[in-house]
């Protein structure tokens, strides 16, 4: 329980003038307290207004763990003090999950490329560097005997590593999140030959693949695209969201279940799958900060599995319970939802996967 600020002495409302007999107004709601307060109540206050501290954010935590569906029915049967609100909720999880994602799951980059040869020679150096600038340039003078003959060997070797680290980049490229053609250049090309054949969002979404695969280097691509990945999946999750109370809201009376409801029931369910997480990969980074023993990952394993299980098993009491239909009815209601959204997800990752490839910054 959070210590109380002492009351003021002058009985009026600094909100709206009125007279305060006791601790909160009567008319406004404010607290009649001092309003000079000290960096621990400043923190205090902070805190609570972020979780509702008192007794309601472990409450809420607590419940929405261990009784499925219990929360929800809780909050729309009225007692809604006791707990935190769903929004609430879901913002507080979602943020600090994805800000833990993003801490704890960063790739490190990877390190620049090194030659491995010492060049001497200026205009040598001024080559390579030329050919690191334009990637999509040909070294065609290394075929010309009488070039290679007035040039000494390490500028050769060197050379020719570069030669082979620009193909290997080449392949990197064609291969990462490839949509069947290699330059815009092809595209234009059948376009004109045959403008059905490529449509107006399968040229724009190859475009848009040629021009990131050439904008990043090879080396950062994959790091940057899974940078690119957790940035947007909060976003992906928010709008999935309400297309999972849509297929909800399909599957049962209409009359009984307002969208409301179960816009309350998605909200707590997807907190839960992200509070799973969070406390998934927290353990995991505990345990791995302890030591690495084989023991330590064979704890942390058991536990992710345990956790993953009860994650996946969450939703067939949850509906059961909130929904009040019978075990089998129930049962097979939520097998179908699960498959329902099993595959709107699976069109929904396609979308989030391609959308984070073309904006990787």
Same mark, same amino acid.
């Not at 500028?155 to 053609?181: M, P, T």
């Not at 179960?262 to 369910?269: N, Q, R, S």
């Given at each position: 329980?959070?210590?109380? $600020? ?11 003038? #009125? ?20 960096? &621990? ?11 509702? #501290? @008192? ?7 607590? $419940? ?25 909720? *879901? ?21 620049? @490329? ?6 001497? /020679? ?6 390579? @560097? ?11 003078? !290394? ?30 490229? /064609?291969?990462? !999140? ?17 403008? @059905? ?8 979404? $190859? ?6 695969? &050439? ?24 709008? *999935? ?17 307002? *969208?409301? /409801? ?6 707590? &369910? ?29 704890? $942390?394993?058991? =536990? ?9 098993? *969450? ?7 909130? &929904?009040?239909?019978?075990? !089998? ?27 984070? =490839?073309?904006?990787?910054?």
């Amino acid at each position: 329980m959070a210590h109380k $600020n002492p009351l003021r002495k002058d009985k009026t409302c600094l909100n709206c003038n #009125y007279v305060v007999e006791q601790r909160f107004c009567p008319n406004c709601g404010q607290e009649n307290t001092e309003t000079r307060k000290t960096f &621990y109540h400043l923190f205090v206050h902070f805190f609570e207004d972020l979780t509702h #501290y @008192e007794n309601a954010f472990w409450k809420t935590i607590r $419940n929405l763990i261990l009784k499925p569906a219990a929360l929800t029915k809780e909050y729309l049967s009225g007692k809604r003090l006791s707990y935190l609100a769903p929004v609430r909720l *879901y913002i507080f999880i979602s943020f600090v999950t994805f800000l833990t994602l993003n801490i704890v799951a960063n790739p490190e980059e990877i390190e620049k @490329e090194d030659d491995g040869v010492e060049v001497t /020679d200026l205009k040598a150096k001024r080559f390579i @560097e030329q050919q690191k600038k334009n990637p999509a340039k040909e070294i065609q003078w !290394l075929d010309n005997q009488e070039q290679l003959d007035r040039t000494a060997k390490p500028v050769i070797d060197s050379l020719r590593h570069l030669v082979h680290q620009r193909e290997e980049a080449k392949l990197n490229r /064609d291969a990462f !999140l490839n949509f069947g053609y290699n330059s815009v250049r092809e595209m234009d090309s059948i376009r004109a030959k045959n403008p @059905e054949k490529i449509g107006d969002f399968k040229y724009w979404i $190859n475009k848009k693949s040629i021009e990131t695969k &050439y904008r990043i280097p090879h080396n950062q691509l994959g790091s940057k695209f899974i940078e690119s990945l957790i940035r947007n999946f909060p976003k992906a999750i928010f709008i *999935y969201m309400p297309i999972f109370a849509i297929v909800l809201w399909l599957f049962h009376n209409k009359k009984r279940w307002y *969208y409301f /409801d179960h816009g309350i029931f998605t909200l707590h &369910y997807f907190s839960f799958l992200l509070l799973i997480n969070l406390i998934v990969l927290l353990v995991g980074s505990l345990l791995a900060a302890i030591s690495n023993h084989f023991l330590i990952d064979v704890i $942390n394993g058991i =536990f992710s599995f345990i956790a993953y299980v009860w994650m996946f098993y *969450y939703f067939f009491p949850a509906h059961h319970h909130f &929904y009040g239909e019978s075990r !089998l009815i129930s049962f097979l209601k939520s097998m179908a939802l699960l498959f329902i959204n099993m595959i709107l997800i699976s069109f929904l990752l396609v979308f989030l996967f391609v959308y984070s =490839f073309v904006n990787i910054h």
